[in-house]
């Protein structure tokens, strides 16, 4: 009876692991990711890199984001991450920058989102490099 008890334990500690790594590794924000499209504003306008003529990428490691326009860094920000109420209603996984700024985000295969939580503001959508 004991080794079908440990055996249990061992078998229910193998499906932990393994699904915490491929839940962390699909929420995932490190990596480079280019600018696909922004979306909202007053107007619900639609900006990508062929109507505005230029490129975005961030560069996220484990504690800022670089962004760079059309190849040039313009900010280099430290961040963490945290739950919070988002302004879209309910909990999600909150951006914070060193500035007080957030921004709500969600990952799906390759694509990045990160919402502006303010009213009238954007949704970004980035693809990793």
Do not use: H
């Amino acid at each position: 009876m004991r080794k079908i008890t440990c055996l249990i334990l061992v078998l229910f500690s193998i499906i932990s692991c393994s699904s915490e790594s491929s839940s962390t590794k699909n929420n995932s924000i490190i990596g480079k990711w280019n600018w696909v499209e922004s979306s909202g504003g007053i107007d619900g306008r639609t900006e990508t890199p062929k109507s505005t003529g230029k490129t975005i990428q961030l560069e996220i490691s484990n504690s800022k984001i670089k962004k760079y326009v059309d190849e040039a860094l313009v900010s280099e920000t430290a961040y963490t991450i945290q739950t919070g109420t988002s302004i879209f209603g309910g909990e999600k996984k909150l951006i914070v920058y060193e500035n007080d700024w957030k921004q709500s985000f969600s990952r799906a295969d390759n694509q990045l989102f990160l919402n502006d939580e303010c009213y009238d503001c954007f949704q970004n959508k980035y693809v990793k490099e």
